[in-house]
């Protein structure tokens, strides 16, 4: 139970983050709390329901969440070398 | 182990397109991925008329007619995004072409996987495939600093929705002990913590659907990926998304009716009241793909009906917006604008492609007999029979207003003087225009073509 | 006892990797916060995605992550600072969330702990040579999107 209010924190910290952060990495840092935070809910549901499939789609996670880190910092990399900047309210090309 | 052909035939071409632009010669893509698709569509068809059913791989993956229905629109939604994609490429974009299709056709793929697994694990594995491909894909175009700033946008909040969605399958899980939508079959439970977890995951597809209060993004990203893109993730992932909510809705047994009439008119009103003010036409086209976003989520009050209604809509959707997108990826070619006001005196220049123009816009606003005249009062028509006559009736007041920002569109092409050189075509955008206008016309006039071959109406 | 400290110490760095000016110091709580949920995971008796969990998010996403700090922030430079926006609403909004979550908690029975005998590593194992496989393939896809992609965009044509 505890390791559930827990990880509901770690999810509110996370998205709290993602919402405030202007600095893209510091954006995927964030979520990769929010994604922590998921895994943490599903190791402890795998452990209280002795049922091992929550802790194969943990693994699942990690592998698509070292993808994500992959693909985001790729775009952030081309971003920066080409225009000199990652933070997204500087990004203002394009308006709402 | 035949029944994963399409599949297969599509991953193949993928590893073709990638590995044949490593030799010294290389090989050309375009062909490649036209001649595969269409393989792999072909074996679609026969596996239709074959007919078995069957759940695959430890009950991870479902062959039905559903899944059948939901392939072979990607499939075809493929083949139309290839050909229009040739000569924009060639003029735009030029770079690393044969990785643009691999990531391309790898996204069909992902595309595919999502609409045929009842198991949120596979769910989520395609959703990533094809958000993450589809990321890279809206900053292809590495030297405009728009496609880049539409990729970062892109990533970041597709990054966010799918977290949020993690944390509602998380939910799920604690509570069934299970990742199977399907063994909700068995015992619904319906607990706060339960309505908790689908809203989380409602939200993070919400996402790919561009459901209020998820479609932030969808403007920018839409105004700054290339053209083709920009076509592709307006009737590719939203399908996808739609056809998991539809699973969901099927298979999960939750009481969302309510949840989804609100979303409903949240997001058709919100789309169509800002769309009148835009003046970009993919702009335009954003705010009118979440409009029509809204118009699919009145389809998705009534589960009762099935998938028939929605999955008409979706199809009558597609070959308007393909359609639509096509013309206005050679207008941009010609004219190098996206302005609405520059397309004055297009109706001149080419009196066919405007007239099929006009022929899009009408299916989209929904004048018979064009499909998606068929497809509206078919939602409509469940919305009202499940008792929810105001959210049918706010579905019409939308539809006169949207009226507004589509014929302003006609209006600038017809009756505004400009340019008026007679022009010519390329190929392979006039034949993705002939069949996406030969599909409106013909299941306008005989929706039963669709009905019965895949869908149940 | 144990888990109370690393309940603590993880959300405290959390903490700090959302509110910190300096987005180096943020990097650096966040390896904090992933040893924290590795060394829950054993206490939860899953030793093998602690041990993953040390591998690919420290090993290889950390280290992705300070390079790519480092490749766009000049170190000692303004540039490394990164300031927030909109901070009061969104802690509202955040607190509101977790209230409403924690109600819906408190309303919904868990399913009680089931003290059946299972082995974590060998089910694992086992697990995602048989049932998973297919997924196992599929993932193998996205990482392969991942390097295709990653290389084209972020190599200098």
Known sequence: M????????????GLFGALTRKNAIAILM????????????????????????????????????????????AIIINLYREFHKIDVEEITLLKW | MSLFWPEGIVLLTACLVLVGDLFPRRVQPVPIALAGLGLSLLSLLVLRSGGSLAALAHNFYWFDLFSLFFKGLFLGIGLIIVMINIDY???????????????????????????????????????????????????????????????????????????????????????????????????PLLS??????????????????????????????YEGAPIPIT???????????????????????????????????????????VALRQKNIKRLLAYSSIAQAGYILIGLVSPQLGYGVVGFYLLAYALANLGIFAIVIYLSLILQSENIDDYAGFARRSPALAGALALFLFSLIGIPPLAGFVGKFLIFKAAVGSGFLWLALLGVINSVVSVYYYLNILRVIYF?????????????????????????????????????????? | MIFYFLAVTLILSAILVVTLKNIFHCA????????????????????????????????????????????????????????????????????????????????????????????????????????????????SLLLLVALVGAIALARKD
Not at chain 1, 58 to 71: C, D, Q, S, T, Y
Not at chain 2, 92 to 112: C, D, H
Not at chain 2, 120 to 147: F, H, M, P
Not at chain 3, 119 to 130: Q, S, V, Y
């Open chain 3, 28 to 139: 650096l709580f966040l390896i904090v916060a992933i040893l924290a949920i590795a060394g829950l995971y054993f206490h939860l008796q899953a030793p093998f995605l602690g041990v993953v969990q040390l591998i690919i998010y420290i090993g290889a996403i950390m280290v992705l992550i300070l390079f790519a700090i480092m490749l766009t922030s000049r170190i000692s430079d303004r540039l490394l600072q990164t300031a927030s926006r909109q901070s009061i609403p969104a802690l509202l909004a955040v607190i509101v969330f977790i209230l409403l979550a924690l109600k819906s908690l408190d309303k919904t029975p868990l399913p009680a702990h089931i003290g059946k005998n299972f082995d974590p590593i060998l089910d694992l194992g086992r697990a995602l040579m048989t049932a998973y496989v297919l997924p196992f393939e599929v993932v």
């Open chain 2, 416 to 457: 505004k003087p400009g340019d008026e050189t007679a022009i010519n075509l390329p190929a392979a955008i006039a034949l993705a225009v002939m069949a996406c206008l030969i599909g409106t016309i013909v299941f306008g006039l005989f929706p039963d073509l669709a009905g019965n071959f895949f869908l149940k109406i």
């Open chain 2, 231 to 273: 076509a592709y993730l307006s009737v590719g992932p939203k399908a996808a998304g739609f056809a998991v909510l539809l699973r969901f809705i099927t298979l999960a047994r939750a009481d969302l009716i309510w949840l989804f009439a609100l979303l409903a008119a949240v997001t058709m009103t919100w789309g169509n009241l």
């Open chain 2, 192 to 221: 706060p913590l339960y309505y908790a977890a689908l809203i989380f995951m409602v939200l993070g597809f919400g996402f790919k659907i561009a459901m209020a209060p998820m479609q932030f993004w969808c403007p920018d990203v």
């Open chain 2, 89 to 187: 490429f060639k003029a735009q974009v030029k770079k690393n072409e044969g990785e643009f299709y691999f990531l391309f056709l790898i996204s069909l793929l992902g595309l595919m996987i999502v609409v045929s697994s009842p198991n949120l694990l596979l769910i989520y594995l395609g959703i990533e495939i094809v958000g993450q491909s589809s990321y890279l894909l809206a900053g292809w175009q590495k030297n405009l600093r728009r496609s880049g700033e539409a990729a970062i946008k892109y990533f970041l909040f597709g990054a966010v929705a799918s977290a949020i969605f993690l944390y509602g399958v998380s939910l799920f899980y604690g509570l069934t002990g299970s990742f199977d939508l399907s063994r909700l079959l068995v015992s």
């Open chain 1, 30 to 73: 964030a979520i990769e709390l929010m994604l922590n935070a998921v895994n943490l809910n599903l190791a402890y549901f795998s452990h209280n329901l002795s049922n091992i499939s929550g802790q194969v789609f943990v693994l699942f996670i990690i592998a698509a969440a070292a993808a994500e880190a992959v693909i985001g910092l």
């Open chain 1, 2 to 13: 505890e390791i559930i209010v827990l990880s509901l924190i770690l999810f509110g910290i």
